[in-house]
């Protein structure tokens, strides 16, 4: 079992940055594939980034590539995603979750554990 916490969303200016957290239980953290998915009002979640259980494997929603960076702290439990040049349209709930699989995952579906969320709001 798997608890996740995220943290660092808030209110920003278009241009701005956010770094997000989370946080997650156990002592397997590494053997997980971790992701970040998000969902604006009215519209289906999505993928925005994703990273193996080693942190050497990383992908990314081409609506974030090259704005974004996933990383995660093994010894902490902890995976981040830094996203700067925000835009109105990052907006949205971002959730983390954990899958128990070796290989970048990228559908909801594949993964098992979620967290409950944190709040972006990106003002123009």
């Known amino acids: 079992q798997v608890q996740l916490v995220e943290s660092g969303g808030g209110l920003v200016q278009a241009g701005g940055s956010l770094r997000l957290s989370c946080a997650a239980s156990g002592r397997t953290f590494s053997s997980y594939a971790m992701g970040w998915f998000r969902q604006a009002p009215g519209k289906e979640r999505e993928f925005v980034a994703a990273?193996?259980?080693?942190?050497?494997?990383?992908k990314y929603a081409d609506s974030v590539k090259g704005r974004s960076t996933i990383s995660r702290d093994n010894a902490k439990n902890t995976v981040f995603l830094q996203m700067n040049s925000l835009k109105p349209e990052d907006t949205a709930v971002y959730y983390c979750?954990?899958?128990?699989?070796?290989?970048?995952?990228?559908?909801?579906?594949?993964?098992?554990?979620w967290g409950q969320g944190t709040q972006v709001t990106v003002s123009s």
């Open positions: 990273i193996t259980g080693s942190g050497s494997g990383t």
């Open positions: 979750a954990a899958g128990a699989r070796w290989v970048v995952l990228t559908r909801p579906g594949e993964y098992g554990y």
